[in-house]
Each structure stands twice: as C-alpha cells, then as structure tokens.
C-alpha cells in the first residue's frame, strides 16, 4: 500500500521565521496538497537556551498570512499531540535509553570544562576536536570507566550526556529526492549527544523520535540540515525504524542578491529590502526588522515569489494562485543549486498582483492612504484616480506619489522642465488653450482632446509646445499620466485656476 504523505514544517523558535524558513514550509504545504496528504507543524523547541519569546507566535502568524495553512499542529491539535518537544519532554528518554542498552549509545561525563581544554589544545596543532571513533576511548564515558562507577555517577545525579556511537569506517548513504544518492563518510560524523541529563533529548534524537512517531512520510528541509542526515539514517537504523524512515528531499539555499552566500538576517535591511514575512521586534535589542506584510506587499504574491525561488514550472508561467502551485509542484523541478533572492522581482510580483486587485478594493486601500495623508475626498474619485494611475504603482503606497497633485496644486515649478520647455511665447498660448477649454462642456476627457487638437490643428501648433506647459502647470513637473484624463479629473475650474496661477506666478 502505498504510505500516505505526511509532511511537517519543524521550525525552532530561535527568532523570527526567515524568507526561506517560508519557503521550506510553502513547499512542504504544496507537496501535501498536491498528494492529498497532511501538512503538520512541529515547533522544535527543546535547546532552551536558545528560545526567544514571542518567536513561536511569530511563526503561527506568519504562515497564517502566508496561506500556508496546517492541518495538524501547534494551536490547533491532532492524533499525535501535543506537537511542541518541550511538552513531549517524558517520552525521549527511552529511546536514548534503548541505543544506550543495545550498545549504540553511550553516557558521557565529560564536563564542558574539560572538553574546551582538551579543543583549545588542539587546536593549538591546527586539529579540530572531534568527539568519536579516534578519541572516545580516552575521554570520560561509559566505554572507557566501570559499569558500577557509571551507575554511581547516575545515582549521585551527576551531569551527563548520552552520545551516539557513531560506527568506524563506514559509507552511509542517504537518498535524496532533490541530490539523489549522497554518500557520507563515518568518519565525517562526530558522536553528537542526543540526550542531557536535564532531561532534554537534543534536536536529533527529538527530530527523529518525533517524525517516526508523527509518521512523516517525507522530510523536507533547508540544506543547511544535509549533513545530519547520515547520523539521522544511522537512528533510524538503530532505532530499528529503517522501514518507516521517510524519504529526504534537501532544499537548495536561498543566496543573497549578488549570490556571494547565504541570504541572511542582516542582508535584507542592510540591502533595502525585508528577509521577513512580517516585521519583527526583537525582545531583547528592540531592534525592528522589516516585514514584508508591513512594506505594503500582497502575500499571496509574496508566495508566488516564493515558489519560484528554487522551483521551477517547466514553462514560462509565473503567475501563480496557491491552487495552480499546487497542481504544477513537483519536487524533481527544485534545484540543486542555490536561488538568488532578486529583490526587484519581489516587487515586479507585488506589480502584478495589483493590477489584478478589483479596481473598488485598490479603492477603498488608495482612500485610507489619502486619510493618512490628511486629504478626504470620495471613494467614487478615489476609484477613478486607482483606474487612471494604478499601472504605475507597485504597492498600494506608490499610488500617492502617482496623484498627490489631484489634491493640492502646484506651488513650485520643475527647473529643468521651465528651462527646457517654458518658451517665449509659452504665456500666450497657455492663455489661448484657456478660452478652448472654457469653451468645453462636458470636460471629459476624450471630448477634450479633440477639442484641443483640433485647435492646435487649425493654428498649426505643435502638440508638444502645448502639453509639456500645461502638464506643468497642472502637475508641477513632467510626470504624470495621459494629461487629457488629468484635466478632466480635476476639472474645468481647478484647471483655470492652475492656468491663471501658474502664469501669474512663472516669470521668466
Ligand atoms: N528544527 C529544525 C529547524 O529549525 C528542523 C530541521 C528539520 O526539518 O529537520 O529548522
């Protein structure tokens, strides 16, 4: 029978959730759905050391906003809760305790002290201290001293660590989906500890403890996580679980925009742009990073950013709901190599995404922006300014720097387009389009151009002389959209009143 996919986002609440802790969780979702499967969300928490309040609700909110959605976890429950380590702290200890009985564990007793003299000196002859197959019979453990004085130690609740024991000489292989077969030399591996004696198995043992007991299906995770995958392989194999062990597929890295390495938290507001799904506080430095549900970004655009990050359609498509990205993944189109982040193209997204926003709900955003800015008008001219200007803006926020001069006239004029375009007899033939257009009825847009043209027409001027004027006055500068749509919105008084204005002002 074939096994029923289950799947988990495993994120340790060390700080806020990264862009490519997103990423890892979207593809796990995508990878779920698309097989009917189940997608659980498991806060590995049990180095206490390294928590960071506010982190695990960080993460919940996060994907919450994201879409990615859960359906079984943390919050909100499941047959194999509960789903946060530290609260299944009790059942660990039994499996450290089988590898320590059939011979594949053992206890330490080496203190940190003794560890770091024992490293310093080494590292003194350029030698990296490796705790494993060439030292351990040196050091204090349960190999090296006497089964009563080992349960002495035990007794007198003396601090220890149980270790693996990781073999000499072998080839472990690991099957990855993404790489295919990569093959691990033991002697790579260290015997890392998986059990403290404050009752605490580490992130390995509890990682793999709770994907064979939460039946994952499929392990997919950054491959900053390949290199624990052979000592993972070789629980498996102890624990006596190598038929239910899940298939691996080891994500690609997401590097910085000019790919020189890993993107990291301080490349993002380093670099202009938020490594965060949503802005962050952090508890102890008060130091805020940006987010990029804050920054004015959509978050189902975000995702489709995010998928492609890495992943691959086969086609040309970039445009992506949640349901198409769940039909089209398949993990054999993930990279192997890294993805630079491209910061433009998070925005070439958010772009898109808007211009497919209904023009009412880009509205009702574009008329809290103007309150914001302390202008109050109606949603019926807040919908037609959206309809006219929205192909320029990226973000709901850019729609103001697109129309501020709707709502407050010129008061200044561009230099460049003054010395460039504001001829000699510029006055005059502002003042001659004046009575055209007071001559205009309905002043709509369409109606106006014609008008205009065909007086520019009968007085052989050039098109050209006359807009670049007229958009000054009305705007200012040189931007702007089509100026025939301007002048309609704003109106046949507003528009006199810019003329008048303008001339009497401008005195060249
Ligand atoms: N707790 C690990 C993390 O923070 C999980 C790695 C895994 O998925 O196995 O990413």
Known sequence: MERKVRVRFAPSPTGPLHI????????????????????????????????????????????NW???????GVGIGGPHAPYRQSERKALYKQYADFLVDKGFAYYAFDSAEELDTIRKDLEKQKITFQYGANNRNELKNSLTISAEEVQQKLNSGEHYVIRIKIPENEEIQVNDLIRGLVTFSSAQLDDKVLYKSDGMPTYHLANVVDDYLMQISHVIRGEEWLPSAPLHVLLY?????????????????????????????????????????????????KEISSGYRESGYFADGFINMLALLGWNPGTEQEIFSLDQLVDAFTLDRVGKSGSKFDPEKAKWFNHQYLQTQPDAEIAKSYLNLLTEKGVSTNIEFA??????????????????????????????????????????????????????????????????????????????????????????????????????????????????????????????
């Open 383 to 508: 919908d037609k300014i959206v309809k006219l200007i929205k192909n320029r803006a990226n973000f709901i926020e850019d729609l103001w720097a697109h129309s501020f001069f709707f709502f407050s006239a010129p008061t200044v004029y561009d230099e460049k387009v003054l010395k460039d375009k504001w001829k000699e007899n510029t006055p005059s033939l502002m003042l001659a389009v004046k009575e055209e257009l007071e001559k205009n009825q309905k002043f709509e847009a369409a109606e106006i151009k014609e008008e205009i043209s065909a007086y520019l027409e009968k007085n052989q001027i050039g098109m050209g002389q006359v807009m670049n004027a007229l958009r000054l006055l009305m705007v200012g500068a040189s931007a702007g959209p089509d100026l025939f749509e301007i002048l309609a919105l704003l109106g046949k008084e507003e528009v006199i009143r810019r003329i008048d204005t303008g001339l009497s002002s401008i005195k060249k």
């Open 237 to 285: 194999r102890y624990l006596g679980w190598e038929n239910e062990m899940p298939q691996f597929a080891h994500l690609p890295l997401l590097l910085k925009p000019d790919g020189n390495g890993k993107l990291s938290k301080r490349d993002g507001d380093r670099l202009g742009f938020p490594v965060f799904p949503l802005r962050w506080e952090d508890p102890k430095t």
């Open 66 to 72: 994201c879409g990615v959605k859960y359906n079984e």
């Open 20 to 63: 490519g802790g997103v990423r890892t969780a979207l593809y796990n979702y995508l990878f779920a759905k698309k097989h009917n499967g189940d997608f659980i969300l498991r806060i590995e928490d049990t180095d206490q050391g390294r928590f960071v309040p506010g982190a695990e609700e960080y993460i919940i909110e996060s994907l």
